[in-house]
């Protein structure tokens, strides 16, 4: 009797899961195939080929692959292997309280290359991957001039603070901060672009508007105060290092391959005044998979010419974490934090840490996620390359999330529901 085993069957999309398959005769050449379909309808898929031991099973916490798209032991790597039917789309949780990401595990009894329905599997099974914990809940947020969505650990409280914020694209994704608020934390996923009603393009970065929203993040009965985390992605990761500067509210920051300048647009915040740094376009290179790859356009940190534009780390009271993919294609990430931590240093602070992975890329996400290599992004034809390799990436958002954690509740005191 075939059989195909995942445990656990239901968790959230950031947790490990175990896959074992028996019942197969020894050595046996089987193929593992893995199928989730987003919310837009795109597909997503992985397969991996094994061999059965003298028992007759695979289990992939122990056994090797021995190809597909990825290879060695790794039992997350049908997961993480993931690669999307249509080229440039990546896979992004709309509706984090909704419905889960159902993944279906398919067995087949001889290495497959591409199923198609003449391929009959011998066991089958699904996988529900959640966004959010029970008991979490999420609102809506309009107050003011603040758009976002808030997520509420369940419990009463009180909780750690964050604000969560990804890059220059705008809008509002929500899975990051759902997950986080399944571990006790109170996030506020917050817009500052293309959203609701706020502006399409940014003329300058108005630090009153995430002031405004610190302050009604810290004015909610389940927060604990009396400061705030931020955890910042690209261009919030830029606005997470100027909120730790420059507000109070504000004691600690996760910085995720972000620049430590002012890039683009000027920031101002009352009497503060910083010019933005000009785009180098023209060292936009084109790869040789017709993609964009920025990661000169910013310039060089140390250049002279972006001191003006520097964030002074030196006035922040709070602490700041950096993690940096080291084959991020987007941004000189690592030299952007090595050189706002030496700006730090210098003025006598010792309140930044560096996490940096060899070969992951720019976009890392809570673990779980496929490695997304180039996306359209806003204002320009060419979809940006974002740089990375499968399993390092993987690794690299396994170990980052557990320590952007720790960071937090270190510095914020301890989260509700932490053994989740």
């Given at each position: 009797?075939f059989?195909?085993?995942?445990?656990p069957?239901?968790?959230?999309?950031d947790?490990?899961?175990?896959?074992?398959a028996?019942?197969?005769?020894?050595?046996q050449l089987?193929?593992?195939h893995a199928?989730l379909?987003?919310e837009k309808g795109?597909?997503?898929?992985?397969?991996?080929?094994y061999?059965?031991?003298?028992?007759?099973?695979?289990?992939?916490k122990?056994a090797?692959s021995l190809?597909?798209?990825?290879?060695?032991v790794?039992?997350?790597?049908?997961?993480?292997?993931?690669?999307?039917?249509?080229?440039?789309?990546?896979?992004v949780?709309r509706?984090?309280m909704g419905s889960?990401?159902r993944?279906h595990?398919n067995?087949?009894?001889y290495?497959?290359?591409?199923?198609?329905?003449?391929?009959?599997?011998?066991?089958?099974?699904t996988?529900?991957?959640?966004?959010?914990?029970?008991?979490?809940?999420?609102?809506?947020?309009?107050e003011?001039?603040?758009?976002?969505a808030?997520?509420?650990p369940?419990?009463?409280?009180p909780?750690?603070?964050?604000i969560?914020m990804?890059?220059g694209?705008?809008?509002?994704?929500e899975?990051?901060?759902?997950?986080?608020?399944?571990?006790?934390?109170?996030?506020?996923?917050?817009a500052?672009l293309a959203y609701?009603?706020?502006?399409?393009?940014?003329?300058?970065?108005?630090?009153?508007?995430?002031?405004?929203a610190?302050?009604?993040?810290?004015?909610?009965?389940?927060?604990r105060?009396?400061?705030?985390?931020?955890l910042?992605?690209?261009?919030?990761?830029?606005?997470?290092?100027a909120?730790?500067?420059?507000?109070?509210?504000?004691?600690?920051v996760?910085?995720?391959n972000?620049?430590t300048?002012?890039?683009?647009?000027?920031?101002?915040?009352?009497?503060?005044?910083?010019?933005?740094?000009?785009?180098?376009?023209?060292?936009?290179l084109?790869?040789d998979?017709?993609?964009l790859?920025?990661?000169h356009?910013?310039?060089?940190?140390?250049?002279?010419s972006?001191?003006?534009?520097?964030?002074?780390l030196?006035?922040?009271a709070?602490?700041?974490l950096?993690?940096?993919?080291?084959?991020?294609c987007?941004?000189?990430s690592?030299?952007y934090?090595?050189?706002?931590i030496a700006?730090?240093?210098?003025?006598?602070?010792?309140n930044?840490?560096l996490?940096?992975?060899?070969?992951?890329g720019?976009?890392?996400?809570?673990?779980?996620?496929?490695l997304?290599?180039?996306?359209p992004?806003?204002a320009?034809?060419?979809p940006?390359?974002?740089?990375?390799?499968?399993?390092?990436h993987?690794?690299?958002?396994?170990?980052s999330?557990k320590e952007i954690?720790?960071f937090?509740?270190?510095?914020?005191?301890p989260?509700?529901?932490?053994k989740?």
């Open positions: 009797m059989q195909l085993t995942v445990t069957e239901s968790s959230l999309a947790l490990p899961v175990w896959i074992r028996s019942g197969l005769a020894p050595s089987v193929t593992l199928l379909t987003d795109v597909k997503f898929e992985s397969r991996a080929f061999q059965a031991n003298k028992a007759g099973e695979v289990d992939l122990e090797c190809g597909g798209d990825y290879a060695g790794w039992p997350m790597g049908l997961f993480c292997s993931m690669k999307p039917e249509k080229l440039f789309h990546r896979l949780k509706d984090v889960p990401y993944v595990i067995l087949f009894g290495p497959v290359l591409l199923p198609s329905p003449e391929h009959v599997p011998l066991a089958t099974c996988v529900e991957r959640w966004y959010a914990a029970p008991g979490v809940k999420r609102f809506q947020i309009k003011g001039r603040v758009r976002g808030l997520f509420l369940p419990g009463p409280g909780f750690p603070g964050v969560d990804f890059g694209s705008g809008g509002l994704m899975s990051r901060a759902s997950l986080l608020a399944s571990k006790g934390f109170v996030v506020l996923a917050l500052f609701d009603d706020l502006p399409q393009t940014l003329q300058e970065l108005d630090l009153e508007y995430f002031e405004e610190a302050i009604l993040l810290l004015n909610h009965s389940k927060v105060g009396p400061g705030l985390g931020v910042g992605l690209s261009k919030g990761a830029e606005i997470a290092l909120m730790c500067t420059f507000l109070k509210q504000i004691v600690a996760v910085c995720i972000g620049s300048s002012i890039n683009g647009i000027p920031l101002r915040f009352r009497d503060i005044h910083i010019p933005g740094s000009r785009y180098y376009a023209e060292k936009s084109i790869t998979t017709g993609t790859c920025s990661y356009v910013m310039g060089d940190p140390r250049e002279e972006l001191q003006a534009s520097a964030i002074p030196e006035k922040a709070g602490h700041v950096f993690v940096v993919g080291e084959d991020d987007s941004i000189m690592k030299l934090a090595e050189v706002a700006r730090a240093k210098k003025y006598g602070k010792n930044c840490t996490l940096s992975y060899p070969e992951a720019h976009l890392i996400e809570p673990p779980g996620s496929p997304c290599r180039a996306t992004i806003r320009s034809p060419i940006s390359q974002w740089g990375g390799k499968t399993e390092p993987a690794k690299a958002q396994e170990h999330w954690q720790k937090f509740r270190r510095h914020l005191g989260a509700g529901n932490s989740l």
